[in-house]
C-alpha cells in the first residue's frame, strides 16, 4: 500500500507509516384550553432539526468526535497506473493550529476493487475495515503538519468502520462524496499495512462531505 506522509511520534503508533436539547414549550395561556388552535407558524416546533455542530475529542482523543457535515472539501489528488494502481485525495476537514485531514485512498486488486478500479457507491464493510486489504480506505490523519502525499507528519490514524463511499470519476479526476462514515483509532504496522484498532474508546464520524480534484502523478 502506498499513501500520505508520515505517522509522528506522539501517537503511539508504533510505525512510520508511509502513506497516504429541544427549546422548551412556550409558557402556557392563563386558561389550559384555548378556544381554538392556534395558528399553524405560531406552533412551537422548528421547521427543522438543529444542525450538527463539530465536537472535539474527548481526553486523549486526537479527532474531533464529529466532524458533522463538512461540505465540498478542497484538496488534492494523485494517481498511480503502475504494478499496482491506486489513487489518493487529501483535504483538510477540520482547520486550525493542528488540523485533520482526510484521506480517500482507492487500491486496484484489494476489496471492492479487486477486479479493478470503478465507480459506484461502496460500503465500508468486509476487507474495507483493514488498510491491508481494503480497496476503498477513508482515513482521519489528526494533527498534522504541513502534510502533503511525500512529506509532512501527522499524529494517529483514523480509519473507517462504516458508513458509504460514492465514487463519480476515477479517472482524469477523483470526485464523489462521504457518507455516514464511522471511524475508529488505529495502529499500522509499517510493513504489513496491518491495522489494529488501539483500543482507547476514540471513534468519530463524518456525517456527509463531497470532494473532487484533478489527478496528477506522485511527485
Do not use: K
Amino acid at each position: 500500500m502506498v499513501g500520505c506522509a508520515t505517522a509522528g511520534a506522539g501517537g503511539g503508533d508504533d510505525d512510520d507509516v508511509v502513506h497516504l436539547p429541544p427549546d422548551s414549550a412556550p409558557p402556557r395561556d392563563s386558561s389550559p384550553f384555548p378556544d381554538s388552535a392556534p395558528p399553524v407558524d405560531s406552533v412551537p416546533f422548528p421547521d427543522s432539526a438543529p444542525s450538527c455542530t463539530p465536537a472535539p475529542g474527548m481526553g486523549t482523543c486526537t479527532a474531533n468526535t464529529t466532524y458533522c457535515e463538512v461540505g465540498m472539501l478542497s484538496g488534492q489528488g494523485w494517481y498511480d497506473n503502475s504494478a499496482m494502481p491506486y489513487r489518493a485525495y487529501l483535504a483538510t476537514i477540520s482547520p486550525g493550529g493542528a488540523p485533520d485531514d482526510v484521506a480517500i485512498e482507492l487500491y486496484s486488486g484489494y476489496g471492492v476493487f479487486a477486479g479493478g478500479l470503478g465507480t459506484g457507491t461502496f460500503t465500508i464493510t468486509g476487507e474495507e475495515l483493514n488498510y491491508a486489504t481494503c480497496g476503498v480506505c477513508v482515513r482521519v490523519l489528526t494533527d498534522t503538519n504541513a502534510l502533503t502525499y511525500s512529506s509532512g507528519t501527522y499524529v494517529d490514524d483514523y480509519l473507517a468502520t462504516s458508513g458509504s463511499v460514492t465514487l463519480t470519476s476515477v479517472n482524469g479526476t477523483i470526485a464523489g462524496s462521504l457518507n455516514n462514515v464511522t471511524l475508529t483509532h488505529v495502529n499500522i504496522d509499517g510493513t504489513t499495512f496491518n491495522s489494529t484498532p488501539a483500543g482507547d474508546g476514540c471513534n468519530s464520524t463524518i456525517v456527509s462531505g463531497s470532494f473532487s480534484a484533478v489527478l496528477s502523478p506522485p511527485p
